[in-house]
């Protein structure tokens, strides 16, 4: 069965909370999954992903950070959300026994989505003057990685994602 999306264990450093954000969101991504396997409905939907951007644009704007640099942030949530649904996908394809059981509804977790990404854009406002190109902030990067790695127990799956989510940050 999936996970229950729960708050993130803090990860250590200035980017921490923000990682801690980026964590529970690939933990939505396995209730996702959960609502789309079995029932034909595609992992791909273009439409509200559109949205999705266009939304944190527009509002990345007004919370005075850049929008096109805030879309490419939410371009890897999404992508590493698949990446999550993907591999859950296979799995479960592959051992019916692990399938979850229940059918969590996609409008609900689209709302628990819909707050993360508040959250998600407070904490890009918070960050803003560590996300830079510099060592340090890489530096910071690897260090939230690492640490939600261990306290979250994430496995490869979700190492992949975590990869894929944070590969814009700095
Ligand atoms: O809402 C969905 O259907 C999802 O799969 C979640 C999500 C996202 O991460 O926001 C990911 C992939 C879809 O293309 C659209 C959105």
Same mark, same amino acid.
């Given at each position: 069965?999936?996970?229950?999306?729960?708050?993130?264990?803090?990860?250590?450093?200035?980017?921490? !909370?923000?990682?801690?954000?980026?964590?529970?969101?690939?933990?939505?991504?396995?209730?996702? #999954?959960?609502?789309?396997?079995?029932?034909?409905?595609?992992?791909?939907? !273009? @439409? +509200?992903?559109?949205? /999705?951007?266009?939304?944190? &644009?527009? +509002? @990345?704007?007004?919370?005075?950070?850049?929008? /096109?640099?805030?879309?490419?942030?939410? +371009?890897?949530?999404?992508?590493?959300?698949?990446?999550?649904?993907?591999?859950?996908?296979?799995?479960?394809?592959?051992? !019916?026994?692990? #399938?979850?059981?229940? &059918?969590?509804?996609?409008?609900?977790?689209?709302?628990?989505?819909?707050?993360?990404?508040?959250?998600?854009?407070?904490?890009?406002?918070?960050?803003? !003057?560590?996300?830079?190109?510099?060592? @340090?902030?890489?530096?910071? @990067?690897?260090?939230?990685?690492?640490?939600?790695?261990?306290?979250?127990?994430?496995?490869?799956?979700? &190492?992949?994602?975590?990869?894929? #989510?944070?590969?814009?940050?700095?």
């Amino acid at each position: 069965a999936p996970r229950q999306p729960a708050p993130a264990a803090a990860a250590a450093g200035r980017l921490g !909370p923000l990682t801690d954000l980026v964590v529970e969101r690939l933990f939505v991504g396995d209730e996702v #999954a959960a609502a789309k396997f079995g029932t034909g409905k595609p992992i791909d939907d !273009p @439409a +509200r992903e559109e949205q /999705e951007l266009a939304e944190v &644009r527009e +509002r @990345a704007g007004a919370l005075g950070i850049d929008p /096109e640099r805030t879309a490419r942030f939410f +371009r890897d949530q999404i992508e590493a959300s698949k990446v999550v649904q993907r591999g859950l996908f296979a799995r479960w394809t592959a051992h !019916p026994g692990e #399938a979850p059981t229940t &059918r969590p509804d996609l409008a609900v977790i689209r709302e628990e989505l819909d707050a993360l990404t508040t959250r998600l854009l407070d904490q890009l406002v918070a960050t803003e !003057p560590a996300r830079d190109a510099s060592i @340090a902030c890489r530096v910071s @990067a690897a260090e939230a990685a690492v640490s939600a790695v261990v306290l979250d127990r994430l496995d490869a799956l979700h &190492r992949n994602a975590l990869r894929t #989510a944070l590969h814009s940050l700095c």
